[in-house]
């Protein structure tokens, strides 16, 4: 079993930053994929950023050139930098890590509420 704990969301306005961060309780160092996703009231759960073991990323076209996923494995966390944050990225966002072997984990959600 994988815990994934997200943190950083909250109220900003419209053109301001927030960086989410997803703690894993175990190393992620070999990690098949990674990725952030969002689900806004009433609408499906959409990918917003990922990366394979192969190195091929998915950016949702809206948030291009404006969200940037990384991690770091000296402290098992992937992170989401969200920049020019605008109100149509209001959703509850959810870190997704693949292990070998393991399958896939979901983090529980942090809100993430863009004022205009």
């Known amino acids: 079993q994988v815990q994934l704990v997200e943190s950083g969301g909250g109220l900003v306005q419209a053109g301001e930053s927030l960086r989410l961060s997803c703690a894993a309780s175990?190393?992620?160092?070999?990690?098949?994929?990674m990725g952030w996703y969002r689900q806004a009231p009433g609408k499906q759960r959409e990918l917003v950023a990922g990366?394979?073991?192969?190195?091929?990323?998915n950016n949702e076209d809206s948030v291009k050139g404006r969200f940037t996923i990384s991690r770091d494995n000296a402290k098992n966390t992937v992170y989401l930098q969200m920049n020019s944050l605008k109100p149509e990225d209001t959703a509850v966002y959810y870190c997704?890590?693949?292990?070998?072997?393991?399958?896939?984990?979901w983090g529980q959600g942090t809100q993430v509420t863009v004022s205009s």
């Open positions: 175990r190393s992620i160092f070999s990690i098949e994929a």
């Open positions: 990366i394979t073991s192969g190195g091929s990323i």
């Open positions: 997704y890590l693949k292990f070998p072997y393991l399958g896939a984990y």
